[in-house]
């Protein structure tokens, strides 16, 4: 057998409200008891003055204004039960509205502690320690480094920045330097070539 649930509480307010609300459920009850009497008599008032019976049917008139003084009473009483139920369940909730806020402000207090000026002077000095340690740490290592060396984690560096970004680019690459020296063009300059034309044929 499974573990028995245990019950939820019921508050002295909440027994308030419950008995409050039986109440004037009751009273409507009532109304509509006498909302039946009050038709029923007043048929009954005009039979009589159908059969000629003037006096019973003003008995009947008199029987049903009782019904509707007591039909008023119970309005007024329906009314003021209500007004009590909402001041209740109203009064319950600033309550729980207030317990919130004082818990609130506790928490608040909590965190200032906690937040006090020398514990940030503390962490921005910490902060800063780990800043110029990380600085000393970078310079010391890129003083082992050749020029190419550094060269290449400056491009690594870049090749992650752009996968981050999602616009991978490969580093372009220079073209590799001619392994032979440069050969001077054989064919002479148009401009001699012209002039050894123009040398005149001896007659």
């Known amino acids: 057998m499974g573990a ?6 019921i508050s002295k307010q909440d027994e308030a409200i419950l008995t409050l609300k039986i109440q004037r459920d009751k009273l409507r009850g009532y109304q509509k008891q006498i909302q039946v009497v009050l038709d029923r008599e007043n048929a009954i008032a005009k039979q009589h ?9 003003l008995i009947a008139l008199r029987r049903r204004k009782y019904q ?6 119970t309005d007024t009483q329906l009314e003021t039960l209500e007004q009590l139920v909402s001041t209740i369940e109203y009064s319950l909730v600033e309550l729980s509205v207030m317990h919130g806020i004082s818990q609130g402000t506790e928490v608040l207090k909590e965190i200032h502690k906690e937040l006090n000026v020398e514990t940030v002077e503390q962490l921005l000095s910490e902060t800063q320690e780990a800043q110029a340690y990380q600085q000393e740490i970078s310079e010391l290592l890129a003083n082992q480094l050749t020029n190419d060396e550094e060269d290449a984690v400056q491009d690594e560096l870049r090749e992650l920045e ?10 372009p690459k220079l073209p590799n330097a001619p392994l032979s ?4 063009p054989t064919s002479k300059p148009v401009r001699e070539t012209q002039q050894e034309e123009r040398v005149a044929i001896p007659a």
Request: aromatic content about 0%; hydrophobic content about 45%; charged content about 25%.
């Open 4 to 9: 028995k649930q245990s019950l939820p509480k």
């Open 49 to 57: 003055l159908a059969a000629g019976q003037k006096d019973r049917a």
């Open 68 to 73: 509707q003084s007591l039909l008023v009473k």
């Open 162 to 171: 752009a996968a981050l970004l999602g616009e991978t680019q490969p580093v």
């Open 181 to 184: 020296d440069p050969v001077a």
